[in-house]
T-cell receptor, first 114, second 120 residues
Framework: DVKVTQSSRYLVKRTGEKVFLECVQD?????MFWYRQDPGLGLRLIYF???????EKGDIPEGYSVSREKKERFSLILESASTNQTSMYLC?????????????FGDGTRLSIL | AQKITQTQPGMFVQEKEAVTLDCTYD???????LFWYKQPSSGEMIFLIY??????QNATEGRYSLNFQKARKSANLVISASQLGDSAMYFC?????????????????FGQGTILTVHP
């Protein structure tokens, strides 16, 4: 079974802190994604990566950056956390030639910025 | 413009009955894919079913089936014989850009979700 592991289920940080969310997958997937989920808005794509050291902006990249130094690991960075970044963050991975292959998700990180 | 629209914020169904969750989409691509995911209260996203734009038959997976009406751009999820464990948030999502020579890198666009509650 595909396993996507996010480092924390719950995280509380303070405004202005630099926050790291880590995601690791074990299926040798080329693609990795970071989404945030807010009530009434569904999932919105923040950043994605299709290869090591490659990254592309999604729909809402402002205030975030990412890092992919190894194929299995994709990190989301909040450079200076703000209260409007309180949300549920979901990491996903998939093969690059998607076709009918779904994205596989981690369990999510509920992040609160105080 | 909204690419994926789920117009039902919440739905209720009696145990053992069937329920349809609506999804409409908007794309100019000829080749695309539609996915449904389930998200229980615990938060994980569970893949349920997939429909390709060129698939002639409606997709089915156990108690899940997809009512795909291409001309109407709708991809409704039908859950038969509802169970209490089906209570969850359900998301419809679309992957575009699967045409020859192109790739969207598997990016998905999600709808707003529908909360399904199954009553005993």
């Amino acid at each position: 079974d595909v396993k996507v592991t996010q480092s924390s289920r719950y995280l509380v940080k303070r405004t202005g802190e630099k926050v790291f969310l880590e995601c690791v997958q074990d299926m040798d997937h080329e693609n990795m994604f970071w989404y945030r989920q807010d009530p009434g808005l569904g999932l919105r794509l923040i950043y994605f990566s299709y290869d090591v050291k490659m990254k592309e902006k999604g729909d809402i990249p402002e205030g975030y950056s990412v890092s992919r130094e190894k194929k299995e690991r994709f990190s989301l960075i909040l450079e200076s956390a703000s209260t409007n970044q309180t949300s549920m963050y979901l990491c996903a991975s998939s093969f690059v030639r998607g076709g009918n292959q779904p994205q596989h998700f981690g369990d999510g990180t509920r992040l609160s910025i105080l | 413009a909204q690419k994926i629209t789920q117009t039902q914020p919440g739905m209720f169904v009696q145990e053992k009955e069937a329920v349809t969750l609506d999804c409409t989409y908007d794309t100019s691509d000829q080749s695309y894919g539609l996915f449904w995911y389930k998200q229980p209260s615990s938060g994980e996203m569970i893949f349920l079913i997939y429909q390709g734009s060129y698939d002639e038959q409606n997709a089915t997976e156990g108690r899940y089936s997809l009512n795909f009406q291409k001309a109407r751009k709708s991809a409704n999820l039908v859950i038969s014989a509802s169970q209490l464990g089906d209570s969850a948030m359900y998301f419809c999502a679309m992957r575009e850009g699967q045409g020859a020579g192109g790739t969207s890198y598997g990016k998905l666009t999600f709808g707003q979700g529908t909360i399904l509650t199954v009553h005993p």
